[in-house]
């Protein structure tokens, strides 16, 4: 029986490239999108021309009760969830004492209550078939700090927290959990950075070079299929940040 994926954040980014590699090996992927409604169109449609199939849901992750919507889609449609990929998140670049309240909630709620509030909406239909697979999207920032990145690499390192706890509370049931940590990866979220710092970010990298999405999406198909990967902090950074 075909496996049954939710990708949050799918329609573009990380996120596209991991609904495109998961819809290739015949999941049936529900790719949840909030505010790139077109881009979800167009990535439905190109899916199309190859006779691959998606379905494309609109939800604020960030928000219980649009989370609930869609995974009572989900059941209805497929009977099954069998790989939870929380992937939706934002960026935020300030210096520490200039962070609002505003601010601070804000990406507390899309970075990582999301995952929270996701995870356990989706975790009694794993429970009950005892399985399933659970893959968060934190950053080399999560494991390492970032400057003027206070707010974001603390949700991340909480990406990480709740995945190494979930994955020891989940595991007796055969649910795995692990959290990929990127480092600069070619993606939308990246373009505020000049070319210039970008070469000194290629310049840092052992590799000499930046990531392309479908490295993430290549550790996700891995994490698919494996049986025995739980609770791990997997960073794909061409070396960057080595300690």
Known sequence: MEKVAIVTGGSRGIGKAIVEALARKNIKVIANYNRSEE???????????????IDIFKADVSKREEVKVMVDYTIEKYGKIDILINNAGIDQEKMFQDITDEDWDNIVKVNLYSVFCTTQEVIPYMLKQKSGCIINMSSIYGTNGGSCAVAYSATKAGVDGMTKSLAKELGPS????????????????????????IEQIKEETPLEKIGKPVDIAKCIEWLVEDNFTTGQVISINGGWGIT
Do not use: C
């Open 174 to 197: 055969h649910i795995r959990v692990n959290s990929i940590a990127p480092g600069y990866i070619d993606t939308d979220m990246n373009e505020k950075y000049s070319k210039e710092e």
């Open 39 to 53: 881009k979800a169109k167009i990535l439905k449609e190109e899916l199309e021309k190859e006779n691959i199939f």
